[in-house]
């Protein structure tokens, strides 16, 4: 069995003189994970601010599903979007397979529920107390979602966090939409699968290990720019 | 003369689950000042000061402003209405203020001056959720005269508020009265009502039973219900 | 200000996303293979080698045979590298591929703990090991995922006439996973698995197991490669894909198979006629 000296000493080579292999992995997963948050965020804020906000027949059925497609298995979701942009699926066209681009619209799609099922109901909570005061004021439906966004974005930022490592950690989607392809579509995660696939398992653990502190700064990052508006 | 008013109702009736709230009122205001809308508890006061705003739909009916059918939004953009409970947005003092002037298009510099009004100049840039009660109620007046209202509703503005803040809180609605803003306001306190009032406006269980200059209703009122309700508060 | 910032985070998601699209498909192509070959890293020798001779860059996806098979149906490939003959020539013989090459071979081991209780390591005769295995209710470890390990297990069970499925789930375990998966299983378990060789000497999570069998004719392990039918996939890269397999089956690729060792042993043989 492996010891925990040498996934240490695995840790520590790697942060010590970080190879250019390692680097492009990190960054690719960096890219990967926060574009697709932020398109996540994009659209799901404001959906599930809509969502809390509106009535409109059927609106249990939708909140339902959204909350429900949380729990999406990232496998399912990689096949899905695979079978999607497949040369011989509907949008083959666009020739995004095995491409960043297709880990992107992966990860979007797992990201997005999470996103709009927590800000809905977030906004649910915090729209009983701002209906009347902004129908007073006239403000328009639009203007009424940006207000409650802005109100609620500490909460907000929470939520985007936890769409982000939902994204950072699953392995799922990317391996089968990237394909895990050397200096072109591996990240993090796949790289600890295929180490793991390897036997390498001290190596396995040392780029979780990575994986961790990479998460953990941008929680840092995320909290501090909170510390300086709150 | 005040550009909303006359106000005429006539034959509202409001329905909630089938409860009847408000009940075949009728009521005109025409003049300026301060009007008053006093009664028990569960008269239907609020109701009415919301059906006044738009806020409710009455289930028959009419609320007119100034004799035009004109549209709810466009008439309630002339009016602000301070609740009871003033919802502060979670940004600084100032950030208040700036937020309906830049709802209604006026220029960001007025918001100094409506912070003096309010007698928060030195807090601009606190949490407005970090203030006290009364500080929160003289910024949500505030910022509800920042919209240059033509009506100001408010709804037990003073309730809970001690009587210094008490005091600041009439002053700001003096304040207001004095800008030709039209002020219709519940309360419960007789004292205060005696302060400001120039009409008032009674109510018992979802009807109007009396309607007459404050004077008048303070030393003669017409309905045995005032005439009860005033006493026990004397009492 | 804020408007202005937004159109611009936008502008360049677009143009990262679509950019990211055309780069892959540029002067590349798409290579579906079984994982034995990429993590014995004989891709990482190879390729820069066909690289820096024509400038085509080669992308790997490395699955199970059966589902490199499976996404080279779906025309997600021009070109691919499996060891399963017989689903190899029916991939072909369906109008996916043109022409199958044999390309190299190896070969499996039956590897297990040291302490041997189904004690089959003098064994040179697989199906005697198999039948001591089944005969002593030995943990078994199996691929179970349709692969060309699996399949060629599969048909040396079938030679053995026991069929080990009855008792799935008992000594029989399927793990429905990679090689490496299932090495980690077995390896945890103390189990008997087979491997391709270059899989196992790649491998550093031994613990105590050793290869206990090996050198029967049966297991013979045969690499092919095809190249994808340009007829049935429009998209393919069918040019370059033809390069990469004729560099491959050619003189020069076939010696630098022969070429690539690691820990000082041959891993793969070039048998490309």
New interface residues.
Partial sequence: ??SFSEIFSEFTALLAGPDPDLLEIVFLSMQVSL?AT??AC?IGLPLGALLAMRDFPGKWLVTVLVNTLMGMPPVVLGLIVYLML????PM??????????AM?IAQTALVLPIVTALTRQLIEDSWK??R??L?????SPW?CVQ?LL????FSLMTISLAGFSRAISEVGAVIIVG????H?TRVMTTAIA?E???????LALALGFILLVIALLVNATVYSTRMRFA | MNRLLPLNISQLHLQIDQRQLLNCINLRIVSNGICLIMGHNGAGKSLLLRCMHGLLKPNSGTVSWNHSGADIIETRQQQAMVFQKPLMLNRSVAGNIHYVLKLRNLPLSLCEHYLKSANLESKGEQAARSLSGGEQQRLAIARAIATEPAVLFLDEPTANLDPQATRQIESQVLNAMHQSIKVIMVTHDIAQAKRLADEIVFMQTGSVTEHTDAKQFFTQPHSDAARDYLSAYLH | MKKLALTTLLTAIIAFTTTAGAFAKNNSILVQSTTSTANSGLYDYLLPLFESETGIKVNVVAVGTGQAIRNASNCDADVLLVHARDAEEKFVTDGYGTQRHDLMYNDFVIIGPAQDKANIRELSNVIDALHEIADKNAVFVSRGDNSGTHKTELKLWKETGIDPTIDSGKWYRETGSGMGATLNIAVGMGAYTMTDRATWINFKNRGDHKVLVQGDERLFNQYGVTLINGDKCQSANVTQGKLFVEWLIGDKGQSEIANYRLNDQQLFHPNAR
Avoid at chain 1, 86 to 89: D, K, T, V, W
Avoid at chain 1, 150 to 153: A, E
Avoid at chain 1, 179 to 182: E, L, P, S, V
Wanted: proline share 4%; glycine share 10%.
């Fill in positions: 069995m492996i574009t932020l398109l994009l497949s040369r011989s699926g083959g066209f666009l020739q995004l397979l095995y491409t960043p681009a992107i107390d701002y009347e005061p129908q007073s004021l006239c403000v203007g207000t802005w109100d609620n974005r394909g895990n392809i050397d072109l295929l793991t696939s390897k036997g390498d398992l001290a």
